[in-house]
């Protein structure tokens, strides 16, 4: 990869497409093809692209969501997990610790009733933001963001909570929270809400590929069904 394209490229993109190169270089010496633009033509064929520059073209375009889903799947594919063993481990200790606003949710809403079991969505944050911005009731307080965001450096994460209605989504808690995921650079963020309303919530603001989503967060102390 040039120095000019690395200059323009974002850095988290231009590190997937490095480590694609890497990958292309390995197949290149143990195939062996005669030139490296031939075995990087090969690693694109094995994400669907005909060559090596659309891969690299639509990785230097595509929307951030999709981005993280592509980098997830790179990351964890075999050819990269063997040149970077090191980094795959520092990455599951980098995992963000969540916790439920209330484990009670009987009292915090009208669309929640007593006893109501709690669901987790994993939402598109560019969704989610313009849905939050869209409420009434949204405001920004720079040191309760700015606390969330330390947190979050921290490996801890509240998981908002919120009640879809028709017209939009009450926000019980969690401005805050979501608005330092956002200027953490986060592109997925979990939204807490009963289980019965999970799938209303989910056609709203739910990460829309149907695979990986690259979230960091651990959810394991979360008594909660995800979405």
Known sequence: MSKITRHFLPAERAEILE??????????????????????????????????????????KMAQPEFAVFADRVLHSDDVRKIRPARAKSERVADIKCELFSKNIGY????????????????????LSELMKSNDAYYYHPAKVLRHRERLRKGKFEVPLVAPEQWGVYWV????????????????????????????????????????TGHRYDLSDCIATVF
């Open 19 to 60: 480590l694609l190169k890497r990958v292309a270089k390995i197949r290149q010496k143990s195939d062996p093809h005669p030139i490296l633009s031939a075995a990087q033509d090969q690693v694109a064929h094995g994400y669907a692209y005909l060559n090596w520059s659309l891969l690299h073209r639509h990785v230097a």
């Open 173 to 212: 808690e969690g401005f805050h929270q979501v608005t330092a995921a956002l200027e953490e650079g986060m592109t997925t963020i979990p939204v807490g809400t009963s289980l019965a309303l999970a799938q209303q919530l989910k056609s709203l603001v739910g990460v829309r590929s149907h695979g990986k």
């Open 108 to 127: 915090l809403a009208e669309g929640f009733g007593d006893g109501d079991p709690q669901a987790i969505v994993l939402a598109d944050s560019n969704r």
